[in-house]
């Protein structure tokens, strides 16, 4: 007999229109191999046979007539679900299934919908048709895939497809039938931040027994995030958990979890390993960032669903700020770096801070890091480390105005979470032997400066010349990092060796003579050993200038020059008032500021000089470029992902399109505020018409009064009423625009989120109900805070933040 409306699972037939999007996910990763329940599909053609068969199409129709006059969606769905619940399946369907089921051994299965709108990249059209788990023997199937037939006219599925404008005659149900799997342990996995779109990270959920409980919201999951570049396990986070859904004699219960394993970890890291792998096999089959359903038995690990991630909101994958509650400044690299970095520059970048900012470290916090793809510097880690070594908070301060400016009053500088042993430990040896290296390097400081000039052009050269990949790849392991690193510490050397001494020097004539006159003293020092190598670009200028450029400069260059001049006069002025009024003070600060001014010289050269050499790496990133055939698109990979596709390796074409997105994104935006304090969105600031460009502190001045923290669900920032309750039987008394407030939410929840300006509930991750059902709406949320039912009450006026994980109290 041939089949016409069952399907093996791993043949995709027609693809969508037969077996749906669910159906076609796992018939693409069966095919490929990938470790998925053996089942089947039974088609689009059975539930079109069986609306045929009893006339349902115009009965359904005339319903939905009726439900968009009266707006009651529950009631409508009611009587559409009657109608399939009353009709029996035509024999030939129901033959053909029982044949399948049987062929499959009989054992106990997981029937679930496959809409033809359904698990799609633009929408993944998430919990909207019923599944039903542990169904056992012939009549229970067929019962379960009738109401399966029936959950595409839900009132939450019918409304779904409203919001997304698909027509209600365009859709279709497949039902995938699998065997059940006894699962040890379930959960969810993420390729990529699902609220960001930072794809650096995967981050997996687990809990014991099967998945339904992270789904459902029942129970909040260990959370294991990874570092996808390495592959390796940067922090576990595990729960305690005391429920687990396990097969029951018919479907499934929610049992105890025994104590000894409420607070064990439901994967061993061996196994996050293997699951990463699996998810990576996973994203690259579908060539995007994936939402997977997987579980375990024992030690064989299965994927259950994959869905491609859908989010509404910008992708912000490049952004410190959500490290932690730290205040942040461009001020000075700003300066040096304004626009957003590609993957390549950042990663450049990073070497060179690393090596110029060796003890600007307190691990696992760095004093550097980027906000919306731009460079900031982290004055909470320098203020912390200055005062593990005695520097007070005000005397820190007033040594940073010079490089970082005056922080505003009353703007808090909130210190990191260590302690002063802790981080003395940290710090000092990297410190000893940064300085140790630095005594070192600036005894020949003036010679390699001397000849850096002509060693850059004649890398440059040697760059050009390369014809081989793997050539290339070995000329920047064996000569271009370690040279780069070379030029880096060079400046670290240049800038070390006066320590704080010109800005403690500024400050002693500051108060000897007053502001000017110190101005006057300390500015232009390096004419006094030297020019300046910024100056020297203004003759360099007058250089190649033609007679007729001269002449129409005239006036200009004489200004450069009167400039000059000017600023000589008043150092002599100042100089003599200095050695009348205080003679002896000035013999040694004259001794002190000649010795400033070489510093100031060597400072400037070994910065123009670490700028000359990124212009080296520029020529290898581009000749990479050319070689592997990426083009400037070997800009959206970093120094090691260069390395690896010069030597061969290939790169996925879905990660570079990814961080071309992000790059654009970010580059499309206004500059961002000089000072950020805790997480910045910069795509929600931006789009604030009356947004403050000089200062951002996340939520308000006064941290204090945020009173309910939790996990970003669902990005965005929302100001409404409180509504709290404790059953899903009482949501009628929840109005449109409040925020909802519960301890958990599972699928019965579901129809009130549409009325909720925001969701928050005590239980739950970002990979939970909540969470992913307000993404689909576009609802903020945050989930898991412990507290919420307990600190939010009735009519409380509050600021939910999505992006950050924050409830604050307003009224």
Not at 144 to 158: E, G, K, N, Y
Not at 200 to 223: F, R
Not at 531 to 559: F, I, K, M, N
Request: proline share 5%; aromatic share 6%.
């Amino acid at each position: 007999m041939t089949a016409r409306y069952t399907r093996p699972l791993q043949d995709e037939g027609l693809g969508l229109e037969e077996i749906g999007g669910k159906g076609q996910s796992l018939a693409r990763l069966a095919s490929a191999g990938l470790p998925v329940p053996q089942g089947f599909h039974i088609t689009t053609a059975a539930y079109g046979a069986f609306v045929a068969k009893h006339s349902l199409r115009s009965r359904i129709g005339a319903q939905l007539g009726d439900l968009s006059e009266t707006g009651t969606p529950d009631h409508g769905a009611d009587l559409i679900a009657a109608l399939f619940t009353d009709q029996t399946i035509p024999h030939q369907i129901s033959e053909e299934v029982v044949a399948a089921y049987h062929r499959l051994g009989s054992p106990p299965v997981a029937v679930r919908s496959s809409a033809t709108a359904e698990d799609l990249p633009d929408a993944s059209f998430a919990g909207q048709q019923a599944s039903f788990l542990n169904v056992v023997g012939d009549d229970q199937l067929m019962v379960a895939v009738r109401r399966c037939w029936a959950s595409l006219w839900t009132a939450r599925a019918i409304s779904y497809r409203t919001r997304h404008h698909i027509a209600p005659d365009t859709v279709s149900l497949a039902v995938v039938v699998q065997e059940l799997i006894d699962a040890d342990a379930s959960g969810i996995l993420f390729t990529a931040d699902p609220v960001t779109g930072d794809d650096s990270m995967i981050e997996i959920n687990a809990a014991w027994g099967l998945g339904e409980a992270i789904v459902g919201g029942e129970v909040t999951p260990d959370t294991f995030t990874v570092e996808r570049a390495s592959g390796g396990l940067l922090h576990s986070l595990i729960n305690t958990k005391t429920i687990m859904i396990r097969p029951a004699a018919s479907g499934t219960a929610a049992v105890p979890v025994p104590t000894d394993r409420q607070d064990a970890p439901a994967l061993t890291e061996r196994q996050v390993s293997r699951l990463v792998d699996l998810a990576i096999m996973v994203e690259d089959l579908f060539k995007d960032p994936m939402d997977i359903e997987w579980c375990r038995q024992e030690d064989q690990l299965f994927i259950l669903q994959a869905r491609p991630i859908t989010t509404a909101v910008h992708p912000d994958p490049w952004n410190d700020s959500r490290s932690g509650d730290f205040l942040w400044t461009n001020t000075n690299v700003g300066e040096a770096i304004p626009d957003v970095m590609t993957p390549a520059t950042w990663s450049m970048v990073q070497v060179y801070l690393t090596d110029a900012m060796a003890t600007a470290s307190i691990p696992p916090y760095v004093g550097y890091g980027r906000i919306g793809g731009r460079i900031y510097l982290n004055l909470s880690v320098m203020m912390t480390l200055s005062g593990a070594v005695g520097v007070s908070e005000k005397r820190y301060r007033s040594l940073t105005e010079e490089v970082f400016g005056r922080l505003p009053a009353g703007i808090e500088i909130p210190p990191v979470k260590a302690s002063r042993l802790a981080v003395v430990r940290a710090v000092l040896p990297m410190g000893l032997h940064v300085f140790g290296e630095a005594r070192r390097d600036v005894k020949v400081l003036d010679a390699y400066l001397a000849e850096h000039p002509v060693l850059c052009d004649r890398r440059r050269a040697e760059i050009a010349a390369v014809a081989d990949p793997v050539e290339l790849a070995d000329l920047w392991i064996t000569v271009l990092n370690p040279e780069f690193h070379r030029v880096s510490w060079m400046l670290s050397a240049a800038t070390r060796s006066s320590g704080a001494s010109f800005i403690t020097t500024r400050k002693r004539l500051q108060g000897l003579v007053g502001d000017a006159a110190a101005n006057a003293l300390t500015a232009g020092l390096g004419g006094q050993a030297g020019q300046l190598a910024s100056l020297g670009l203004l003759d360099g200028l007058e250089l190649l200038a033609t007679e007729e450029q001269l002449a129409e400069r005239a006036a200009s260059a004489r200004s450069y020059r009167e400039l000059l001049e000017l600023q000589e006069h008043r150092r002599s002025v100042a100089w003599a008032e200095l050695e009348q009024r205080h003679p002896v003070q000035a013999r040694i600060l004259h001794h002190q500021l000649r010795g400033l001014a070489k510093t100031s010289r060597d400072r400037e050269r070994a910065r123009s000089e670490v700028i000359r050499y990124f212009w080296v790496l520029r020529a290898y990133a581009l000749r990479a470029g050319e070689l592997t055939g990426l083009g400037v698109d070997i800009f959206f990979l970093d120094k090691a992902e260069i390395v690896r596709v010069l030597e061969g390796e290939t790169i996925s074409p879905r990660l570079i399109k990814q961080r071309r997105k992000a790059y654009q994104g970010y580059s499309a935006l206004p500059p961002y505020p000089a000072l950020i304090r805790g997480t910045f969105n910069p795509y929600v600031w931006a789009a604030e018409p009356n947004r403050r460009s000089d200062l951002f502190i996340e939520g308000s001045v006064n941290e204090a009064d945020v009173a309910v923290r939790g996990f970003p669900g669902s990005a965005g920032i929302v100001e409404a009423p409180v509504r709290v309750l404790g059953d899903a039987a009482h949501g009628a008394a929840l109005q449109t625009g409040e925020v909802l407030v519960t301890t958990i939410t599972n699928v019965g929840w579901t129809p009130l989120f549409p009325r909720a300006a925001a969701i928050v509930t005590d239980v739950g991750a970002p990979l939970s109900h909540a969470a992913i059902v307000a993404r689909e709406l576009g609802i903020p949320a945050v989930v898991g805070c412990g507290n919420a039912t307990m600190r939010l009450s009735t009519g409380d006026l509050v600021r939910v933040d999505g992006t950050a994980g924050t409830v604050e109290v307003l009224r």
